[in-house]
Every structure is written in C-alpha cells, then in structure tokens.
C-alpha cells in the first residue's frame, strides 16, 4: 500500500512538472507535455485549426510536419515532408501556410536555361505527403539566377488568402520588376499585376524602394513605392512616395494616391490597414541639406492616413526624437549637439490603440555575415544576427508624437551556414525591398529565434516580453544593461508601458535553474491576449499557450 501510495505522489508531482506555469505579473504561460528528444526544432507556428496545432519542425536540412492536440498539446504526430524534383531541377522550400484548414506547401525552382523563377503550391497533407496536383503560382522572367530576387509572403488576417509578391532587377536594362499576386484558400489567383520601372542612372543619389505591402479585411490589396534621387541643379531633393491600391470592389484595378514630401527623405515605411477603412503609414525620414543632399540619419518618424472612400491623403505629421529619447539611443553629449540617429533601426511592429492612434516598435537590427571558410559548395559563412533597443512611439490619433521611450536590450546570435542569402532584407545597389529582418526558416532552430520581442497590447496598455540577461533584474537604464549571453540561460522579462510612456519592469521572482526559455521569434498569435508558444531548456522542448490576464 505505501509503494502505491509513494508511486501515486510521484505520478502527480511528475503531471504538475509536465504542465507547470510560469507567470511574471498577469502573463501566464502554460505548457504541454515534453517534446521527443527527435533533433526536430519548431522553426513556425503555422497555425490551428479543429482542434489541432500545425508546426513546421526543421532538422539539418530536413522539414517534418508537427501536429498537437489543441488542448494538451500533446504531440500527435510528426511526419517528413518529402520535396520531390520537378522536369530533373530542385525545388527550394520556400514556406508553409494553413489556409481556411488545409495546408499548402509552397516551393521555388529555377529554370537556368529559359531564366525562370517558378514558384509553386501544392496541398500536403497531415502525413507530409504532397499532392500531385502541384499549382503554379509565378512563373516570373529574370536577368540572370544572382538577380533572380525573392518571394514575399503575407497571409490574410482570417487565413483565407494568400498575398505574395516577387520583386527582381534588371541591371543591363536599369529597371526593377515587381509582381504582386493574390490567391484564395485553394491557391486559385483572384489578382494579378505587373510592372516594370525604368531608372536614370545619371540621376545623383537614386533609390527605389518598394516599402511595404499589405494585405486588408476585404482583400484590398496596397502597395508604398518612394522613388528619391537629388535634383543638383534645383538643389532638391525629389520624392516620389505613392500608393498603389488594387481594390477588390473596384476588379483590382490600379489606383494611385500620391503623398507630396518636401524638403524631407522617406527612409523606410511600414502600413497598417484599419477597420474605418483608412490606411496608416508610418516610417522614419531625414532631413535634407541646402544643396539638396539627403542626410540618411534618422531625424524623428512621420505618419500619413489615406482616406480609401476617396483615396486621400488626410494629414501628414512629421514628429522629430525628443531630447530624452536621443539621449538614451544616442548619449548625452551627442544628443547636446543635436545629433541624428543611425539608421539601423526597422519598423516591427504597428498597433492601433484604443483611442484610434498608433504604437510603433521600432528595432535596431543588422546582419553580420563574416569570411566563408572552405572552397565551392563545401563553404562555410558565420553570420551574427543583432537585435537590441526598441524605439517605443506613441502616436496620437492625428498622427502628432504623444510620447516616446526606449525599451533597452542587447541581443545577438551567431550560426554558421553553408549558404547566405539576404532574401529577407530585399535589394541591391539602387534598389531596395524595405521589410524587417527576417530569419530564413533554414537558419531558425539554431538560436536567432531567441531574439526579439513580443508585444502584447490589451485594455490600452502595452506590454513586452523578451529573453534578458539574469543580471539585468530591474534594470530599465539602457546605459547598465548587460548583453543576453548564453540565450539557453535566459530569463524573462516583461516590460509595462503607462498611458505616459513610462516604464514598469517585472522579473521572475527568482531564476530558476533549468526553466523553459521562450523563443520570440516562434509564436502565433490567436487572439489580442493568447499566444501559441515554443520554449525550450537544451535538449528539452515544449509548445506552450501564453495568456495575459485581466
């Protein structure tokens, strides 16, 4: 009877480990059981759907489909997804998507001979088989394979359609191309468009940037297009900053809202779509010298609503850092003398608040890519991810600064690679795609998606969570804080924003050895306070649900 007795407490003492929670404040994560020790690492949360979590699981070279029961998130099965040779070519995995509940696997090949860029789509089912109906989605024509360019993606918010994009160069021709299509829950295109641009090399300071793309509640489809280059002889800088809308209401057709700038440079922006049937951009810009020289560095950050009832450019607000936040990102004696940001900062994140305004996170990342070592396809490449402080803006519902602060980390991870492309940061030369980094799927899994943050913004309050330094408890002085280090030794740690922008730091209680790490770079978010989770400690993985309480 007392071995009984002693084997029972165990068994409980064993459940309540298996599925303890961790909490900072009113952020609660709870976790399923522990992963098999399989070397599959979840590099995306693909999404849930009858009662079942999808994940893609990536080992070496390797992708498996996962798949969890949605209330244990016990894993039910895992399966390897067989990519097969199409007319004798490879294709590359590109990414995975759950539209309206089935799952699309989506692909690259490269035709070398006829200068193709396919891509293509094909059902797969919860096995890992594809289907044999394979669906093609581009078949874009390029100058050559090294300016075959990328693919982006954007999923619908009710996961019903699919918006991707291909952009590539023409350097004999001096023109960019770039395709946008959209496609239904069966891959079926409902628009497409085309276009060529043509450029003046002779032009001084010339750019072409397409900024952003997005995809609204209603399928409307948009995209930000700035054109820059310095007029020498008017001592000017030009912008051509536009919007090119394709309205489903309208059969797709091509409408343009031009934003008029002057005596500014657009450096980036990032779009929002809302409910009230405006659209938001938000970006950073410079200033601009008397001779018409654009000075790159970040001077503050702009809003623009459009008007899509009458495609309207309804304000522009131009806000410049004040003092306080250039003294943290910039130091007190640089701030003194009026100094400018560096421009190593990319718009993450855009949430409307409550009251119709805006918060923009706004994160310092860069890619070191380091000396290959080895010889031909045997090369091997160290790159360094960074992310660290993100620049915290509050804008007003007119688009005017209500507040600003700096929320300080220091973030990096190194992996080694036997291939790098700069898909993610889009562009070359002249020409740039302006997106956020992005961790190719291929390089996750081996520590970059440690880095980052999530934001939770819930009852008009912001909250953010990211792995930090134990040593770091209680700092909020970007001046003090320590490097993450060994991101397997990590703690959370949350940041609460007020209604002034002033900040409340919460910390684990005490680091307790060997707790789950979260991964910010894997998580799907389901609603606007639970997010499905991927934590791990070493060798021990689990699938998690985060909540934040009321």
Same mark, same amino acid.
């Given at each position: ?129 594809? =289907? ?150 938000? +970006? ?7 001779? +018409? ?79 290959? =070592? +080895? ?18 803006? =509050? ?20 992996? #080694? #690679? ?133």
């Amino acid at each position: 009877m007392k071995k009984t007795f002693l084997f029972f407490i165990l068994f409980v003492c064993c459940g309540i480990s298996l599925n303890a929670q961790n909490k900072i404040d009113k952020i609660n994560m709870t976790y399923g059981e522990e992963l098999p020790e399989d070397k599959q690492k979840i590099v995306k949360i693909i999404g849930e759907a009858s009662n079942k979590i999808y994940a893609l699981g990536l080992n070496k070279d390797d992708y498996f489909i996962k798949i969890f029961e949605s209330k244990s998130m016990k894993l039910l099965s895992s399966n390897p997804i067989v990519i097969p040779q199409i007319s004798d070519k490879e294709v590359d995995f590109e990414d995975i998507f759950l539209l309206n509940g089935k799952l699309y696997a989506i692909g690259s090949v490269f035709n070398k001979k006829e200068k193709i860029f396919n891509l293509i789509g094909t059902e797969i089912s919860e096995k890992g088989i594809l =289907s044999k109906n394979t669906i093609p989605l581009f078949s874009s024509e390029v100058a050559k394979k090294s300016e075959r360019g990328g693919f982006y993606f954007k999923q619908s918010q009710d996961e019903g359609a699919l918006l991707i994009m291909h952009t590539s160069r023409f350097p004999k021709e001096d023109a960019i191309k770039y395709e946008v299509k959209l496609f239904d829950d069966k891959l079926a295109s409902l628009f497409s468009s085309e276009e060529k641009v043509s450029f003046d090399d002779s032009k001084k300071d010339y750019e072409f940037t397409i900024s952003d793309f997005e995809l609204n509640f209603q399928d409307d489809v948009f995209l930000v297009i700035n054109e820059s280059y310095r007029d020498s002889k008017k001592k000017e800088q030009i912008e051509k900053f536009q919007i090119h809308a394709f309205k489903k209401a309208n059969n797709y057709k091509k409408e343009v809202v031009d934003i008029n700038i002057k005596g500014k440079e657009i450096i980036n922006c990032k779009m929002m779509s809302t409910n009230k049937n405006m659209l938001e951009l938000v +970006g950073f810009y410079s200033s601009v010298r008397d001779n +018409g020289k654009a000075n790159k560095e970040l001077k503050g950050i702009y809003n623009a609503t459009i008007n899509l009832a009458t495609n309207t450019n309804d304000n522009l607000k131009f806000n410049e850092f004040d003092y306080a936040t250039k003294v943290k990102l910039l130091g007190e004696r640089r701030a003194k003398k009026g100094k400018d940001v560096k421009p190593l900062y990319s718009i993450t994140t855009l949430i409307e608040k409550n009251d119709g305004g805006i918060i923009v996170l706004s994160e310092l990342q860069f890619v070191y890519v380091g000396q290959s =070592s +080895g010889i031909g396809p045997l090369a091997f490449t160290p790159v360094t991810y960074t992310k660290n402080e993100i620049i915290v803006t =509050s804008l007003k519902p007119d688009g005017s600064l209500e507040w600003s602060n700096v929320l300080p980390k220091e973030q990096s991870a190194a992996v #080694t #690679t036997m291939s790098f492309a700069f898909g993610a940061v889009g562009g070359n030369g002249n020409f740039n795609v302006g997106v956020a980094m992005s961790i190719p799927l291929a390089q996750m899994g081996k520590g970059p998606e440690y880095l980052g943050a999530i934001p939770i913004y819930k009852n008009g309050v912001l909250n953010i969570l990211f792995n930090d330094n134990v040593k770091n408890k209680g700092v909020t002085d970007i001046e003090e804080i320590k490097s993450l280090g060994n991101y397997n030794n990590a703690v959370p740690a949350l940041f609460i924003f007020d209604a002034n922008g002033q900040i409340t730091r919460k910390d684990p209680e005490e680091a307790i050895k060997n707790e789950l790490v979260i991964r910010p770079g894997v998580y799907y978010r389901k609603t606007p306070n639970e997010y499905i989770i991927y934590s791990s400690r070493k060798k021990l993985d689990k699938l998690g649900r985060m909540f934040l309480e009321d």
